[in-house]
């Protein structure tokens, strides 16, 4: 989740990134952990961009350049909701990595259902280095089975 991400995410790489992206969780909390943590290693938050592509809308991405405006650059990505406009429930296809080298990869999300994981030890080593809590019973990473 954010608070890893945010602990190894130190002056260099708030430095030599030109901003970050959104990916789960609550957008507004986000972006304002974000300009915080900017903040919080003296880099001016008008110099970065927040990317948001999360499951936008065109009125909440409105309401995301209204509370960010003129604090950072900004940036959306406006996909499913802009271009499917039949009426119909947008497929949720996304291809995840979950091997690389014949090592497992996780994704540990903000948003508990985007968890990812085919090796549950893995995982709890990952959860145990990032103290990341373990999620609810009703809420556990996608194991995908070999």
């Known amino acids: 989740g954010m608070s890893a991400f945010l602990r ?3 002056l260099l790489f708030c430095k030599l990134f030109d901003g970050s992206r959104h990916d789960s969780g609550d957008p507004f909390q986000w972006g304002e952990r974000m300009l915080a943590h900017y903040v919080a290693n003296r ?17 909440r991405t409105i309401e995301l350049y209204q509370q960010f ?3 950072c650059q900004l940036a959306f990505g406006i996909g499913t909701n802009l271009t499917n406009d039949l009426g119909y429930e947008p497929l949720q296809i996304v291809i995840k990595m979950i091997r690389c080298n014949d090592q497992p990869v996780a994704k540990l999300s903000d948003t508990p259902s985007k968890n990812m994981c085919e090796d ?10 990032f103290e990341i809590a373990t999620p609810p019973a009703a809420a556990p ?6």
């Open 8 to 10: 190894d995410f130190d």
């Open 43 to 59: 880099v001016d938050p008008k110099t970065k961009t927040l990317i948001f592509s999360d499951g936008l809308t065109v009125p």
């Open 69 to 71: 405006r003129g604090r």
């Open 120 to 129: 549950e030890k893995y995982l709890a080593y990952l959860r145990q280095v």
């Open 141 to 146: 990473a996608v194991v995908i089975p070999r």
